[in-house]
T-cell receptor, first 115, second 112 residues
């Protein structure tokens, strides 16, 4: 099992450009999440999904959109990138949202720089 | 609101024991988790406490006191490879949705 994979691993954008980050998991997990991590800060939830075809806003959703057309994939889109979106983005998945089954498995991260 | 507090940095020597504390303020508490993250790597799950008491997994132990809204991660027989950031996290209901809230992390430096 590959676990959780993310593409791309690195990306540099100019302000105003758009891009999509792809997350894939092969553990048949229902829940998937997108986080951003900035220096000296913990992980902040951007959007999440509780199942195929469903998405919900997290703590810092502005400037991002997501889609979950297939259970194994969770896409994060930036329509018009801004320097404030320079960050490391992590995707995670979990079997459920309760108890020990809430254990989240993280992808390797995407390091995004917006100039 | 929801908040977690943990020390920003901890330093220890190889073979020693170190305790990383976490205090939290949240509603609808379900449990306290700990994650480890090496520089440049992804967070990985270490432990989960839903009930009061100590959970032991090898060299690592985690403790929870729900009445004190407090927990800690105990690392024994420290090794150089334990140098990493450690995050406590609680699941809570906030703004109408159920999410995992992470602390800012504690950077542990293990020296020879």
């Amino acid at each position: 099992n590959a676990g959780v994979t993310q593409t791309p691993k690195f990306r540099v954008l100019k302000t105003g450009q758009s891009m999509t980050l792809l997350c894939a998991q092969d553990m048949n997990h229902e829940y998937m999440y997108w986080y951003r991590q900035d220096p000296g800060m913990g992980l902040r939830l951007i959007h999440y999904s509780v199942g195929e075809g469903t998405t919900a806003k997290g703590e810092v959703p502005d400037g991002y959109n997501v889609s979950r057309l297939k259970k194994q994939n969770f896409l994060l889109g930036l329509e018009s990138a801004a320097p404030s979106q320079t960050s490391v983005y992590f995707c995670a998945s979990s079997y459920s949202s309760a108890g020990v089954a809430d254990t989240q498995y993280f992808g390797p991260g995407t390091r995004l720089t917006v100039l | 609101g929801q908040s977690l507090e943990q020390p920003s940095e901890v330093t220890a020597v190889e073979g020693a024991i170190v305790q990383i504390n976490c205090t939290y303020q949240t509603s609808g508490f379900y449990g306290l988790s700990w994650y480890q993250q090496h520089d440049g790597g992804a967070p990985t799950f270490l432990s989960y406490n839903a009930l009061d008491g100590l959970e032991e997994t090898g060299r690592f132990s985690s403790f929870l006191s729900r009445s004190d809204s407090y927990g800690y991660l105990l690392l024994q027989e420290l090794q150089m490879k334990d140098s990493a950031s450690y995050f406590c996290a609680v699941r809570a209901v906030s703004g109408g949705y159920n999410k995992l809230i992470f602390g800012a992390g504690t950077r542990l430096a293990v020296h020879p």
